[in-house]
């Protein structure tokens, strides 16, 4: 099923090796783990070596959050060094993002391809727009909610997140961006946040694909590939301070549409895989 003629495969590592430069730019570019562009990316690369439709999804989710966990480190640390980061946001997002992350994996154990795919798109979607046409008199608060609230914010970041297999920066974005924090504070407190999505999701869809391991190509822990990981990993991480730093020097307009031209882009993917 998984063989494949030694010039398609090279052609294979050359574009994962690619889509890994571009997603350590994206990662320290708006705050996130590029997992929007690592799924799109895999999706293609696993569905040309055959793997079944039903589990495809979930190994893109899964190997794009193991992929994310040295990236994201590598890019909090690059937006620590600024000073922007909101560290008491962080600290009280930790746990529920974790518990959320949790139940988008145990979800990945039964859930169709179709749901992943429709996250993707619908989320993608709707980050997207607020970017484009939002405006900065949109808020939902001149300041950040209680603490409860915003524990909410943060289980359902980890959940959407831990579905979709970006690694929930661009949902931490847009949160703090309608409560009034600037968007260079939010996509480096964001780049804090996928740290720990990113180590528990791929612990949970290492766990969740366990049971359909046959279905596997090789080289693979449940829901993650570790050829996808080894390839992508080092690069993206090595590129992601560039991104950080660049996004820095960027106007704030110029970064939001930027972001959400990117997400757009992505969503429209994955809408139009679900009619095709």
Do not use: N
């Amino acid at each position: 099923m998984f063989g494949v003629p030694l010039t398609e495969l090279a052609l294979l590592v050359v574009a994962i090796l690619a889509g890994g430069l571009i997603t350590g730019v994206l990662a320290g570019l708006f705050g996130i783990g590029g997992g929007a562009v690592v799924v799109p990316v895999l999706y293609e690369v696993f569905r040309i070596i055959g793997v079944p439709e039903e589990v495809r999804m979930q190994l893109c989710v899964g190997t794009s959050l193991a992929i994310m966990a040295p990236t994201t480190f590598g890019s909090y640390r690059a937006h620590l060094a600024s000073g922007a980061v909101l560290k008491g946001v962080l600290r009280l997002w930790i746990v529920p993002v974790v518990v959320g992350v949790g139940a988008g994996s145990l979800i990945a154990v039964f859930a169709p391809s179709a749901l992943f795919r429709g996250v993707f798109a619908v989320v993608g979607s709707l980050i997207a727009l607020k970017m484009l046409l939002g405006r900065d008199s949109w808020r939902l608060g001149s300041d950040l909610p209680s603490r409860p609230v915003l524990a909410g914010y943060g289980f359902f970041t980890g959940l959407a997140s831990s579905l979709m297999g970006i690694s929930g920066g661009s949902l931490c974005t847009v949160v703090l961006t309608l409560y009034g924090k600037t968007l260079h504070q939010a996509v480096a407190t964001s780049a804090g946040v996928t740290v720990p999505i990113s180590i528990a999701g791929t612990i949970g869809y290492m766990l969740a694909g366990l049971p359909q391991q046959a279905l596997m190509p090789p080289l693979t822990i449940g829901f993650v590939s570790l050829i996808g990981f080894a390839l992508m990993a080092p690069v993206s991480t090595l590129v992601a301070g560039f991104g950080a730093r660049l996004a820095h020097g960027m106007a704030k307009r110029h970064l939001e549409i930027a972001f959400g031209l990117f997400l757009l882009a992505m969503a429209l993917r994955f809408a139009v895989s679900l009619i095709w």
